[in-house]
Nanobody, 123 residues
Framework: QVQLVESGGGLVQAGESLTLSCVAS????????MGWFRQAPGKEREFVAA????????YYADSVKGRFTISRDSAKNTVYLRMNSLKPEDTAVYYC????????????????WGQGTQVTVSS
């Protein structure tokens, strides 16, 4: 069982930056990947970014490409999401999740989820 704990959310103004962190309770299997998703009120949960544990290959949703950066610290079992140039439409609860197989873009492929952290961007 993997427990994931997110932190770093908050209230910022448009154009500002935030960095989210996600700490895993146990070592992530080397063949796995970690992802960030978000869910705004009344909307479905959507893919934001993902990173593989080996090789650190990264994947981004088109809506955040060029503004968000995902990274990981293997020694700390931690994944980060650096969010720059935030927009009001980035407002959502952000979740991290871990997976061992399947597409990084598909929500149902993720086995473990954190509790989420709120990000609010004011205009």
């Amino acid at each position: 069982q993997v427990q994931l704990v997110e932190s770093g959310g908050g209230l910022v103004q448009a154009g500002e930056s935030l960095t989210l962190s996600c700490v895993a309770s146990t070592r992530i299997f080397s063949g796995g990947a970690m992802g960030w998703f978000r869910q705004a009120p009344g909307k479905e949960r959507e893919f934001v970014a993902a990173i593989t544990w080996i090789g650190a290959s990264t994947y981004y949703a088109d809506s955040v490409k060029g503004r968000f950066t995902i990274s990981r610290d293997s020694a700390k079992n931690t994944v980060y999401l650096r969010m720059n140039s935030l927009k009001p439409e980035d407002t959502a609860v952000y979740y991290c999740a871990s997976k061992f197989g399947g597409s990084v873009y598909t929500t149902s492929n993720y086995n473990y989820w954190g509790q989420g952290t709120q990000v609010t961007v004011s205009s």
